[in-house]
Every structure is written in structure tokens, then in C-alpha cells.
């Protein structure tokens, strides 16, 4: 359902947060406008899941907004866990002062894992963000199947990811150097709606908005495209580009500035959220369940 990202590489890419740091201001700025999405939903979840919680900043959000949950933070690289542990200790650090009048479950925990094979029992989670992550994993089908799995009656499901449009900038330089692709061929929202509503999520909600973000130089953009986690395709070029071609790209990105002179980055973010519906049932209260019969082979 997606494009053949290579999941060893995307840990690879993600697996020093110094580097990726420097592109952590739009994630800032989503994750703001995702909160105020969630101020609408009047919910009091008792355990939270943030899937792809990079070096933790979106653990804070959320434990300030629910205090009396337990917050999962999870991510697929190992060293964002690390990181995260500080904001963590932290979090835990404030807690003792509350912990007579919260739940024995109230703070925050770590774990490494897999979106679409998630470490949890189902039905244990009341609500899943996921900020700006899920367009780094091959199957969202498949997370999105893990993630109704996990989540009690009612619970909800709240994500941001890049849609097609983001660094189309990017595609089009680099498509005066050579054929191999370079930037990820990004999930359509109306094909991320169809997913959600396959795997059993009820009325999902999904909305995109175009950020152009500038930079004076060539340098600094790609420096920043990098820093968001560069190029995972699994059919990804090989081996360094040759000089005729590096000058032949970035020739076709001096020809995208903008008439203030910058050099603009596109990036189309799509948000979504679902909730997990009760079980249908007949009148007699059975549970109605769906399969679909294997198709006989012409």
C-alpha cells in the first residue's frame, strides 16, 4: 500500500537525534495544531499512545493534558527511546509530587517497537497520537489494523503525516540528474481514509494543509531534507551521485527561487483521526462479523 521503504534504513536514519534535530521546528508547529484539534474531543483517557515519539518532546503535551494517564511512548529506533528517557525522568520527577492523587499507572514508560506490531495486549489503550511518523513505515495498513487493535470501544485515533506534495521541490531537482528515485513517493489522504475504514475505524476525519518553509541557500534545504530522515526507499541509488549530475540538480533548484530570492520546501500535512466503534450486532445481540470468502481461480 505504500512505497518499498527499507525499515533497517529508516532506523539508520533516525538513529542519531542530533541530526535529526535541526528539523524538529515543524514537528513543534504540528504537534500544536494537532493539540488543538484534540481540545475539541472531550475525552479522559487512561492510557495514551505516542507512536513515533522520537526523542519525547510530544510526552510532555501529553501528560500535561491528561495527568491522571499513563503515556506509552514508543519508536522504532532505538536511540530516539534514549533520548526520550530525560524528558521522561523528568515527567516522573513532577509526578511524585501528585502521586497520592493519581492513578498507580500515571506517568510515562518507553518502549521500542514495530507500529504494526505493537508490544500491547488489545483493547489497553483510550487513545493513539502519532505525530509526523507514519509515512516513514511500508504498511500503514497494517499499523493502522495494529493501532484499532489496541484501542478500547470508543478510542481514538489521532495522526499527522506528509502527504504527495511534500518536497516535490526535491523530485523535480533531482529529476535533471538521474531516473532513481530520491524523495518517497508520499500516501494519498483519500487512500489513507479507505485504509481506516477497511480495518474497522468509524467515520474517520481527514484534512490537509499546504507549509512552504525557506532557506537562502541550497545547502541549508538539503541539509533539512536529510535531517527529516533523507531517502529510505529500498530502491534508493547507490553509491555517490557524480559532479555533472550534483551540478545539474541544484541548477534546476536555483531555478525554483522564489521572487524574494529563498528557495521554498513544500510539505502537505495531512491529519487524521477515527474512533474504534462498538461491535455491530444483530437484534438478538450477536456479534455480526465479516470475512471475505477466498476468490475461486479462474
Sequence with gaps: MS??????????CFARPARVQPSDFLRREIAARMHERLELVKIAP?????????PGAD?????????AAQIVGLDGAEAMVRAARTPASALAKLNQFLGKLLPAKAGVDLLCGDFADLPLAP????????????????????????????????????????????????????AEADLAPHALPFVDMHDFGDMLV???????????EAITVTYPTARALLADVRAWGGNP??????????????????????????PDGTLGLSFEIIYGHAFRPAPRVT???EAIIRFDLPRKPK
Design 198 to 208: 477497511n480495518v474497522g475505524f468509524s467515520t474517520p476525519v481527514l484534512d490537509m
Design 59 to 67: 510526552l510532555g503535551l501529553l501528560q500535561k493534558d491528561f495527568p
Design 3 to 12: 512505497a518499498p521503504i527499507d525499515t533497517v534504513q529508516v532506523r539508520a
Design 123 to 174: 483493547n489497553t489503550l483510550d487513545l493513539v497520537w502519532s505525530n509526523l511518523a507514519l509515512h516513514w513505515h511500508p504498511q500503514p495498513d497494517r499499523v493502522f489494523a495494529e493501532w484499532r487493535r489496541t484501542l478500547r470501544v470508543d478510542g481514538l485515533l489521532m495522526f499527522s503525516c506528509f502527504g504527495p506534495d511534500t518536497f516535490k521541490e526535491i523530485r523535480a531537482a533531482f
Design 233 to 258: 526507499l529500498a530502491t534508493r541509488r547507490r553509491g555517490l551521485m557524480g559532479r555533472a549530475a550534483w551540478a545539474r540538480m541544484l541548477a534546476a533548484l536555483e531555478k525554483l527561487r522564489r
Design 283 to 285: 437484534q438478538a445481540g
Design 46 to 54: 487512561r492510557r495514551v499512545l505516542d507512536a513515533g515519539c522520537g
